[in-house]
């Protein structure tokens, strides 16, 4: 049965150059409207769902997550509300993981206390970079100063796991630089007991980025090739020195405080989802809410996607996801969900990448190594 919950708050104080999420600032007026229907839609599947499977009683959820947009942004009543309806309909596990996903300048103490009495037990502060002229040239709304402080409120609290997110090949961005950001995500560290988890994620544009009218495909102020490697094996070198597990390509965490919620969505596991372009994976059936935020306040059932998962494509979703995780694909439960022996099927492939020092196989998982992983893209592509 589903465990897991996504709700998306597409609310930002600006829209940044980079980004492609269904995100929009300056109509912070539609929270209230926002919030009804999100509410609407719960009641709407969630009733569904009771009727198909005979009653959600006996159900838990283990995580919940509100995604963005940046949901420190709202009135964090409006969180409770939802968290409310959730769990009018299937109730929370005891530990259930509820993460918040915010911008550094959206972090108050009031807020933090809000969240707080909300059970919301990890905060993923959206830092991206430690540097002024780099937050200002890949077009962030916040500072250095904002970063630093947010990020202090949020340790200081007692929100029990806070979580840091960098950015890596950004216009501007040198490995000397990263370091500097590297240097103070570290600092934190050492400093706060909560500090538990960073993701850092390498810049990805959509081919009608905003970004491109500043900083053209191709220009100068995009980091070479090597040095996007560089700054890579820095961030694992940086962030393993100081503690933290390598558990996925781009997130790293103390021991036993990886995300589940993202772990859910990495081994294929079943979700739920509410809002504004929410993706949703339940029956075999992935769906997608309509993108444009008037669409789906109108229609909030409607579908911009629908992707039946057949066999084949889930067996493909299974390398693909399995690979990007450190630990790697358990080859005997793969053959024993999928029906194939995945090692003897791509044999050839996995002994190139093995002779380059890419995979190995060993006590029974096929994982990439620390040389492969910078190049997992290209070796997951192989196995399609
Ligand atoms: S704050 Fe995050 S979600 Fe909002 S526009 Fe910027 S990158 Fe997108």
Redesign the pocket.
């Known amino acids: 049965m589903v465990s897991h919950a996504y709700i998306h708050i597409?609310f930002?104080?600006?829209?940044?150059d980079?980004?492609?999420?269904a995100?929009f600032?300056r109509v912070d007026h539609l929270i209230d409207e926002y919030e009804k229907v999100v509410l609407k839609e719960m009641d709407d599947r969630l009733t569904a769902l009771a009727e198909k499977v005979g009653g959600l009683k006996d159900e838990r959820l283990k995580s919940v997550f509100f995604g963005?947009?940046?949901p420190g942004l709202v009135e964090p009543r409006v969180l409770g509300s939802m968290l409310a309806k959730l769990s009018s309909y299937i109730k929370l596990a005891h530990d259930c993981e509820i993460t918040i996903?915010t911008?550094p300048h959206a972090v108050t103490r009031e807020k933090l206390e809000q969240w707080e009495s909300l059970d919301i037990n990890r905060i993923s502060v959206?830092v991206?970079s430690f540097l002024d002229e780099e937050l200002k040239a890949m077009g962030?709304?916040h500072y250095r100063r904002e970063a630093l402080q947010g990020l202090e409120l949020a340790c200081q609290s007692k929100v029990a796991v806070v979580g840091l997110d960098l950015m890596y090949g950004l216009p501007t961005q040198t490995p000397q630089s990263f370091a500097k950001s590297l240097d103070a995500a570290t600092d934190f560290a050492s400093r706060f007991d909560n500090l538990l988890h960073v993701s850092a994620y390498g810049l990805h544009l959509p081919f009608n980025s905003p970004l491109y009218s500043r900083f053209p495909k191709g220009a100068d102020a995009y980091p070479a090739d090597d040095s996007y490697v560089e700054m890579f094996e820095l961030l694992v070198e940086t962030l393993e020195g100081a503690g933290f597990e390598h558990y996925e390509v781009s997130n790293f965490a103390r021991a036993g405080k990886q995300s589940s919620h993202n772990l859910a969505y990495w081994m294929n596991a079943e979700y739920l989802a509410f809002g504004v372009s929410a993706h949703r994976y339940l029956d075999g059936v992935r769906t997608s809410n309509w993108r444009s935020l008037k669409r789906y306040m109108r229609d909030w059932l409607g579908d911009e996607t629908t992707d039946v998962i057949d066999e084949k494509t889930r067996s493909r979703e299974a390398i693909m996801l399995g690979l990007r995780l450190r630990r790697g694909i358990e080859l005997a439960a793969f053959e024993k969900e999928h029906g194939f022996d995945l090692a003897e099927r791509f044999s050839s492939e996995i002994e190139k990448f093995a002779q380059a020092g890419l995979m190995e196989k060993s006590q029974g998982r096929l994982f990439l190594t620390r040389k492969g992983v910078p190049v997992s893209n290209s070796v997951i592509a192989a196995f399609f």
């Open positions: 597409p930002c104080s600006h829209k940044c980079f980004c492609d999420f995100a600032a963005g947009g940046t996903e911008t959206g991206e962030r709304d």
